[in-house]
């Protein structure tokens, strides 16, 4: 189901990782923000919503990254390059992410940077909406959010246009042993 998820995910210009632990999950999550340029200046900020895996790692890689905030604000989220946040499940039929998002600070940081980072529990992984619908309580969530690629419109005289609603880049990891959300 994950290479199937890959694809389609792909195939829509999302960037999908894989990893068994959160511990090297974390070490690419350290290394992608560094490589990105993250810093303490507005438009190169991080920001992380508060989620599982912000539970069950060693914060302080996290903390040495400079320009990284785990206190969510719509001005800080609006100057920032990464947002990351946890998403709650992935529909592999359309490389799909599902999140519970009726907490504010996840709409935030999913929508406002240009790099979202998507954290998943590979566990989270079902085949289609079906599956999801059957498993999931759409009912007492607030606000679902679907995300599926980077942001993208051709509204405008036909032309394709990414990043104009939302994130330009859509990175997806995967973690094995990651508690899920749901």
């Known amino acids: 189901m994950f290479e199937q998820f890959k694809t389609r995910a792909e195939g829509v210009s999302a960037e999908v990782h894989r990893f068994t632990t959160e511990a090297e999950a974390l070490a690419f999550l350290?290394?992608?923000?560094?490589?990105?340029?993250?810093?303490?200046?507005?438009?190169?900020?991080a920001v992380v919503a508060d989620c599982p895996f912000l539970q069950s790692i060693d914060r302080q890689q996290l903390e040495e990254v400079a320009g990284l905030w785990l206190e969510?604000?719509?001005?800080?989220?609006a100057a920032a390059k990464v947002g990351i946040s946890q998403m709650d499940w992935a529909l592999a039929d359309t490389g799909t992410l599902v999140q519970d998002a009726s907490a504010i600070d996840k709409r935030l940081v999913s929508s406002l940077p240009i790099i979202h980072v998507a954290l998943i529990a590979t566990s989270g992984?079902?085949?289609?909406?079906?599956?999801?619908?059957?498993?999931?309580?759409?009912?007492?969530?607030g606000y679902l959010a679907m995300i599926t690629g980077p942001s993208r419109t051709a509204d405008i005289e036909r032309v394709l246009t990414i990043g104009v609603h939302g994130p330009e880049r859509l990175i997806i990891v995967f973690v094995d042993q990651l508690g899920g959300t749901n």
């Not at 340029?37 to 900020?45: H, K, S, T």
């Not at 969510?72 to 989220?77: F, I, L, M, P, Q």
């Not at 992984?125 to 969530?141: G, I």
């Open 125 to 141: 992984l079902l085949p289609d909406m079906p599956a999801w619908l059957s498993e999931a309580h759409p009912e007492t969530a």
């Open 72 to 77: 969510v604000t719509r001005d800080r989220a």
């Open 30 to 45: 350290v290394d992608f923000l560094r490589t990105e340029g993250v810093a303490d200046a507005p438009g190169q900020y």
